[in-house]
T-cell receptor, first 111, second 117 residues
Framework: SQKIEQNSEALNIQEGKTATLTCNYT??????LQWYRQDPGRGPVFLLL?????KEKRKERLKVTFDTTLKQSLFHITASQPADSATYLC??????????FGTGTSLTVIP | GAVVSQHPSWVICKSGTSVKIECRSL??????MFWYRQFPKQSLMLMAT?????????EQGVEKDKFLINHASLTLSTLTVTSAHPEDSSFYIC?????????????FGEGSRLTVL
């Protein structure tokens, strides 16, 4: 069966540390993998996109890696801040126009 | 960035009635929009892909007669929950991709929280 799993339903880290979130998938062949942030009661907001032929992508304090052999993406937030506290979702784009989301990881950055 | 507007934000209805949720792309044209459903503390579940001018493509297990989708223009898609029951209570979110932006990202509406009494 097809699955998209994000390890750690909840992750607590100290302010200033690097948060690392994991997204693993099975039985998908995504052309793109995206990461979104979702705050309670709101719609998700796009953060980063990485293509299947890219290994790593960076944007300010964010870094994403994509390993199609392991079927895994890692999402890093460096120098984390309390304002980074939110739920983070990975999403796979398959078949050119279908998006499937992972289970989400709730990140709490402790001051 | 592009803006997707969803209406209503909150709706409470009686069991057996139908509810329509609108999703509009405000500053771009969206040939494709996506409808998701999200239960508390769970991820987004893709319900259907809405294509402008044609029938929606529903995911397995989603009843197309229950969740009617209409995408009559490049800026508007609607989801109608017909004969709603308490188990249909959920957070419904639409999204669209700006075909002209080239970035591939999805822009999401703010969601519509449906409570069926």
């Amino acid at each position: 069966s097809q699955k998209i799993e994000q390890n750690s339903e909840a992750l607590n880290i100290q302010e200033g540390k690097t948060a690392t979130l994991t997204c693993n998938y099975t039985n998908y062949s995504p052309a793109y993998l995206q990461w979104y942030r979702q705050d309670p009661g709101r719609g998700p907001v796009f953060l980063l996109l990485i293509r299947e032929n890219e290994k790593e992508k960076r944007k300010e304090r964010l870094k994403v890696t994509f390993d199609t052999t392991l079927k895994q993406s890692l999402f890093h937030i460096t120098a984390s801040q309390p304002a980074d506290s939110a739920t983070y979702l990975c999403a796979l784009e398959v078949n050119g126009n279908q998006f499937y989301f992972g289970t989400g990881t709730s990140l709490t950055v402790i001051p | 960035g592009a803006v997707v507007s969803q209406h209503p934000s909150w709706v409470i209805c009686k069991s057996g009635t139908s509810v329509k949720i609108e999703c509009r792309s405000l500053d771009f044209q969206a040939t494709t929009m996506f409808w998701y459903r999200q239960f508390p503390k769970q991820s987004l579940m893709l319900m259907a892909t809405s294509n402008e001018g044609s029938k929606a493509t529903y995911e397995q297990g989603v009843e197309k007669d229950k969740f009617l989708i209409n995408h009559a223009s490049l800026t508007l898609s609607t989801l109608t929950v017909t004969s709603a029951h308490p188990e249909d209570s959920s957070f419904y979110i639409c999204s669209a991709r700006d075909g002209g932006s080239g970035t591939g990202e999805l822009f999401f509406g703010e969601g519509s929280r449906l409570t069926v009494l």
